[in-house]
Every structure is written in C-alpha cells, then in structure tokens.
C-alpha cells in the first residue's frame, strides 16, 4: 500500500449521525399534521420523535468536543452506509409504538424498504393503518430519494463509487475528485427540481377528482422517490386511467437523470435529445411497451388502449424500480412476464432517484461485448467504448464490469440464502432481485399482488441488507464490511 | 483500424474441411467393428463414411489448385466454428441412414451435442438402437474431446481468445503469439495421454466385471471427452458401485488441466499440488459434496455411503461438464439441487476436455472482485490481481469479465427463446445453462432422468447454437458471426 491508513474520524461521524437524527425526527412531525386531521392519536410519532431528537442531539453535543473536521474517504463510505442504517432503525419507532407493526424485524424491513426507495411491504391490510403511519411510510420513500440526490450529486463521486465518473463529468458542477463548493448549489439545485415535480404531481392527482390530498401526496412521495408504498391495498388498480397515466409520466421523469431536467428548465432541450442514455431509456420503455401490448391484445382479447396501459404502466414502474402495480403481470404468457422480469435487472438512468443497474452500464457493457469481437480480430489495435461521442476510459469499462458481476454474484447468493430457509426458486429468484435492484414487486410468492409477510424472519433481514447493499452501489457498503477498511 | 483487411483464403478453408470430413469418415468406419461383432446391418454406416469420404476428397481435390497456404487469423476462426458444424452435419448422417433418429433436426441435435461433449439426447429408448450407432454416438464425443484438446492447446492461443493467455503460459511448448513448431509436439503429447486415460478406464470398467467391453468402451469414451451419453436409458444408475467410482475418479481427471497429467507423468507431482486452480477444483468438489452428503443423509435418513457416493458423482458430473446421471438430482430438497444448478455455472479447469466457464475464470474474478474493494480506498494505488504467485494483466481480466458477461447474456437469451417456445421458466433455464455449459442435463422438464426429446425443433436449433457457442469459448463462434469479420 502506498500509504498507512489513519485512524478513522469516529467523532465526526457520530456528529454527522446526530445531524442526520435530528432532521429525521423533523420530518416524522410533519406526520402530525395528518394525525390532526384525521382525529388520530398523535402519541406515537410524538415519542418516535423525541427519541430520535433527544438521541441525534446527544450524538451532536458528545462529538462537538474535540472532533477533528477532516472527512476522508473512509468516514465518507461509512457515513453512507450508517445513514441508511441508523434512518431505518429510528423511522421504524412509529410502527412499533403505534403498534401497526409490532415485531422489530418487520418494522425494520418496512422502514428500510421505505428509505431505499424500494417498497417491498410486509403489511397485509394496508387499509387498516392510521393516515398519519401511512404518512409516514411515504415519507420515508421521499427521504430516501433526497438522500439519495444527495448521494449522487454529492457523495459518491467523491468516493469514487461504481463507474459513476462518466455521468459526474456531464453535472453542472461536479468533479469527481474532490467536494467542489458548487456541489451544494447543486445539490439544493436538484432538491428544489424534486421538490417541483412532486407538488406539481400531488397537484394533477389531487385535481384529477378521484385522489383525495392525502392519497395524492403519499402516491406523489413514492413516484418520484421510484419508491412504490401505496395507500390502497391493490396499489393502483382502483385508481382512474387519467391517475394512471399521471403516475406513469411522473415515474418516467423519476426515473430521468436529474441533469436533464435542469438542462429542459433552462431551455437546453436539444442536450435532453441528444443525451445518449436518455435515448436508450425511451427505447426500452417503447420497445418492451410495445411487445407487451401485442402480446396482451393477442393473448386475451383486450381492447388496445387497457393492454397498453397495462404495458406501459409495467414497464415504467419496473424499469424506474417504483413498483407500483396496475396488473397481475405474472397470470400474463410466460415470455411475457418474463420481459418484466428481465426489466429488474436494468433499472432507471445514472443521476435518477431509481435503482437497478442502471441504463448508463448497460450501454457501456453492451458496446464493450461488441468490440471486444474487434479487439479478437486485431489485438493490436486500441478499440475504446465510446459513450456521447467521447472515449471511455477502461478504467471505468472495468469497474461497470465489476459492478454488474457483483451485483449478479450477490443476487445469486441472495437466491441461495433464501432457498436454504424454504422458499422456492422463482419466489428467491424474485425476492432477491426486487430487493437488490429496490423494485419492490418480483415473481413467484412477492408477486406484484403479494407481499413480504409470509418470508421468515431470516429472509427479511437477507433482504433488508441486499435493500441497502443495492441502494448504495454495492461497493460503498462492501468496502466498509471488508477487513482491509478497518485494519 | 490499424491495417487494412485482407480477403480472407476460402481455399485453405475448404482444404482443412476436407482433411477432417476424410479423418471423420476414418473413424465412423470403427463402428464396423461393433455392427459385424453383434451381426448388425454394416450398410448405413458404410454408405455415411463413403459419403463422408467422397465429399472430403472432393474439397481436398477441389481446393488443392493454387491453394494459398497462409492461414491467418480469420481462416482460424472460420475453421475451428465449421469443424464442429460439418463434423456434426456428417455426423448425423449414420443416424438418419439407419433411421435410429429419422428427423433431421434431432440427428443434428444430437450429433452436435456428441462433438461438443454436452451428452444432452433426444433419445426416449437407448437400449434400443444397434450397437454400432450407440458405438457411433460415444465416439461423437471422443473426437470431440480429442478436438477439445487441440483447439486448447494450439488454436486457441493463436486465435488470443477467452483469456487462456495465463494457462497457455504454464504450458510446455506453447507461446501465444503464433503457432510454435513445438505445438504439434504438445497435441500430440496430450492426445497420448487422453489415449492412456481412455484405455484405462475401459480395462478397469471391464475388469470390474459388471460391464461387457462395449459398456465400458461407449462410457470411457464418454467419460474422458466430459460427455456424458451412456448406452443404458438410466445411464449409471444400474452400474455397481464400483463402476461408479471408477467413472468419478475418471470424470475428475479428465476435467483436469492435462498439463498436470504431463507434470504427474513426468514425476513433478510438486508442480501439480501446488497447482491454484487444481488446489481450487478439488476444494468445490470436496465442499459441495460434503455439503450434500449431509443435506441427503438428514432430508432421507440415507446411510453414508450411498449418500456420499450420489453427492460425489453428482458433483463430479456437473462440475466436469460430463452430465452421467446416479440419482435425481431434483427431488433433493431445494437447497440442495441448487447447489448443483450453481455447479453449472462452474465448469472444469481450462485445458481438460470439461465445458463451462472454467474454474479459472472464477478465480481471476473473484480475487479481482475483492481486490476491487480494496481499490475503492486506494483509488491511485495499483493493486494487480495475482495468480500463482504472477501478476495478471488487466487486459486478462478484462477479457475474463467480458467473457462471463457476454456467458451470462447467452444463457439469458437462450431463456428467453426458449420461453417463447412455450417452455417453462426452469426448463428453459436448465436446457439453456446445460447447453451453453456442454453439461447435458438441466433442471425442470431437462432434468436427469428426462431428455431433450420434447422440445420443439427451433429450440433444439438453439439449444445446438449454444453447445457450439460455449465448446468455442463463445469469441470463436461470434467473431465469425460478426459483420466486421466479413468486411
């Protein structure tokens, strides 16, 4: 190793979680409002809260003393990882002491599905919970996706994180090495763009007639999060087709790169045209809509306009990772459903608030196979990916290379793990990617009209952990788990 | 691109073509042995060579007027890719003359999962046909294996294919760059040893007294080209346990890079223990089957050894890539079958006759994975994979993840064909998986006490397509495939 590794700045860290609990606890007040409202009891997410506020100010007073300000690298993987971890331990309290979920383990995997955006639920009757747990469980989908902003823009390409590079350098501001003061401008830059797009889509659902406020705003939060907690039992089936098509142009926009948007506001439109992902991402939502709405037509007779929206609705919400559900895709012809499962290992565009693979590395994966026929027949010749025009270098080819094995081999491992407690191969198969890629729905027994209920204890927590190795980029929770971070 | 490509010499293509079609007819004339030992019509066999003869003379002829005679690396693609597609389509001729296998589709079949060592069988009724066409049939696969075995050591490394760079450099006599005149004496070294291991195995299956010397032939034969067609409709499951073992000590050798056989025949056993990859193939071997041993002897109270031994033929068979069947893998519970789905997707060491990805592969990716990790804190420190106590080359494991890669998209595509056929989704996956690996029997309705006899003809177009992809580690076939080639 070039360099000895000093000891890791554990104040500052704790600092950052004392932060970090404190705005936790800000946003579960917000829930009191529809408590209120709704004549519910407002204990619960009274205490939640001012445990979580009495613990971050307690972190934040210890550290205050004597902790030295420098954040390096390895304060920053560790950061990451225990933000999603300590938000998911603390954002479970309302469930328990409201006792809408009772056991520990469910209460932590409904929060960690919450706040990796993912929205897997173990909740049988979702109906029956207060409006303000509801809340509250929306609310941690739309916190996920800022955190998750804040990771992008901010966070990981500092870090250096997953092939990440090449996107970075399109960002306004943004270089990869080192936090540049602009990163935050752009980062509230980001934040106002979601903040935008989800009140003028509270706003559509709310006018739309059927939605009432609350249902408008918890949908809002868990579209443009791609996160996928509805308020309704069967998701959005009862919802009009006008709700629908709402839902889906909003989940589409998720799961857009952020940039473009910012370029769109200010008038750039032919940079969003030209952007090289953004292209692929509509093709694949054609193509896939497309096939599936033949299929459907030629498979029961639909009409064309309820199998397209059907097609549409699927392929938007899987792609982007929502999950939200308008069909039983898996009573569909197997090649089907199998076009929807295919879709979980793609995910939503690099800078999006969707997770998965992400469009960017496909493409990269997938000009690499080509031209490495190339390279087979002259093996002297220097044959670059080239991305937007520009060369890439193989130091990023490698690394997507390695995050997509990765991400396979822990998928696979996910399987393993989870057949050893019982469940059956398509139910792993589907537990383990919608969990990784923080879909949500997947096949077999987590279908898009099951839930996560019925997985043992073991399973869930299995789960939880491929949630968050998924939602942060595997590498960023691999690196602090692996021995050589600590020694 | 750095030269200019030349036209590339059909001639000298036409010639080799020629040369195999004559050796070919060469050896389906041994089945006469066979036909008049157990008074068969010696007819179809006889009329397949001559044909086989005639048209190789033909090309010979044909292609002998100013034939150029530099062979390039074009000419070395397109002949390695039409060597298992003429041999296979002449090939089939014995089976269609003696109407042992009347359609055309299925004799292809199955004589291109002979060359390519898969074992996969449209067969329903083995036991059925003549001797000399079962003879037939496990030769497909001997030659198949003698063919493996050049294409490792000498065309292969000329070709620069599938990062077997790091293998052909502990080889005797081989330099990558170009065809090494000590190469011819390596092929033949190693076809000595394939011979010896053969003839071995036949005497101590023969001796064993349980099979008459034909069994033991068609299975030896079988058993060192990693095939896996038996002459019983139960394969080994009737043998006695001896014969068992036999055939397990025998799948592990010939799944053996066979420089250790030289290295262990020459006295250098050091060279040979200290071996990583070996070290590396009998460690999956031994934990798998431990693993299993035990899962059988808790889920069905079977006693030790039967138990042991089904958990290490099972385990030898599929990492081997040879596919001989002792038990039903799939009403194991699933955990367990799983294990040996997982096995698939392993293969035997580089430079045996075995398919698959090769153990070596998995080694170069998984200390680069974790070494990736590590590259994540050190972004400017350069941290080399290691192998054998030497450095690997980025460009090495670049081509190993590209190739695993481009595996995985295959074994996806070939499911999604599949499906489309109307095949289920494990079906489709373990035919897909069991052809692309060269292993033979699969999961669901391609399990092994099932066969290939049901599937459609287009998928068993596929399902050949894939055979042929994974025997020529996928780049041979593609670069032959891709437009640039022609160009």
Redesign the interface.
């Known amino acids: 190793?070039?360099?000895r590794n000093k000891l890791i700045n554990i104040k500052m860290v704790i600092k950052v979680m004392g932060f970090l609990l404190m705005i936790e606890a800000a946003f579960m007040l917000t829930s009191l409002v529809f408590a209120f409202y709704y004549h519910e009891s407002p204990v619960p997410i009274a205490v939640s809260a001012a445990i979580t506020l009495v613990t971050g100010v307690l972190l934040w007073v210890f550290s205050l003393r004597k902790a030295p300000k420098n954040i390096g690298?390895?304060e920053g993987?560790l950061i990451v990882t225990l933000t999603w971890l300590v938000s998911s331990l603390f954002g479970a309290l309302p469930y328990l002491f409201s006792g809408a979920i009772p056991s520990f383990t469910n209460a932590f995997f409904e929060t960690m599905s919450g706040f990796t955006t993912t929205g897997a639920s173990i909740l049988n009757d979702i109906e029956l919970l207060p409006k303000y747990i509801l809340f509250w469980r929306s609310m941690t989908h739309w916190m996920g996706g800022m955190g998750i902003i804040v990771l992008t823009v901010a966070i990981l390409p500092f870090?250096?994180?997953g092939g990440m590079q090449l996107f970075v350098a399109e960002m306004p501001g943004i270089t990869p090495d080192k936090l540049h003061p602009r990163v935050t401008a752009t980062a509230r830059r980001f934040w106002g763009i979601y903040v935008i797009l989800t009140a003028a889509e509270v706003l559509l659902l709310w006018l739309g007639g059927s939605m009432n406020f609350f249902d408008a705003v918890c949908h809002s939060f868990a579209t443009m999060a791609t996160g996928g907690f509805s308020t309704k039992n069967n998701s959005i089936v009862g919802f009009t087709p006008y709700d629908q098509y709402v839902i889906i142009v909003f989940m589409l926009l998720a799961g857009t790169n952020f940039t473009l948007h910012y370029f769109s506001m200010h008038g750039q439109i032919r940079k969003v045209i030209k952007n090289e992902e953004f292209r692929v991402y509509l093709l694949i939502v054609a193509i896939f809509t497309v096939g599936i709405t033949l299929g459907l037509m030629n498979y029961n007779a639909q009409s064309g306009e309820p199998a397209f929206r059907d097609a549409l609705f699927a392929v938007s919400s899987i792609l982007t990772t929502t999950g939200f559900v308008t069909a039983n895709y898996l009573i569909w012809p197997?090649?089907l459903w199998?076009m929807i499962f295919?879709l979980m290992f793609i995910g939503g565009m690099a800078g999006s608030t969707g997770g998965g693979v992400k469009i960017i590395r496909h493409i990269l994966?997938f000009k690499?196979?080509?031209l490495?026929?190339?390279r087979?027949?002259?093996?002297?010749?220097l044959i670059p990916v080239k991305y937007d025009g520009r060369t890439v270098s193989?130091q990023i080819?490698?690394?997507v290379?390695?995050f997509?094995?990765?991400y396979?081999?822990l998928f696979?491992i996910g399987?393993?793990l989870l057949?050893?407690l019982?469940?059956?191969?398509?139910t792993s198969m589907g537990a383990s990617i919608a969990s990784l890629g923080n879909i949500g729905p997947g096949i077999g027994g987590v279908g898009p009209v099951e839930n996560y209920a019925f997985i043992p204890d073991a399973g869930k927590w299995i789960l939880s952990f491929l949630m968050l190795m998924g939602r942060l980029e595997l590498?960023t929770v691999?690196?602090v788990l692996?021995p050589?971070?600590w020694k």
């Open positions: 190793m070039a360099h690298k390895r993987f870090l250096g994180v197997a090649h199998l295919g994966l690499n196979s080509r490495e026929l190339k087979s027949l002259h093996p002297n010749a193989q080819i490698f690394n290379m390695a997509f094995l990765l396979l081999f696979v399987i393993f057949t050893l019982g469940l059956d191969l398509q590498f691999l690196v692996s050589s971070f």
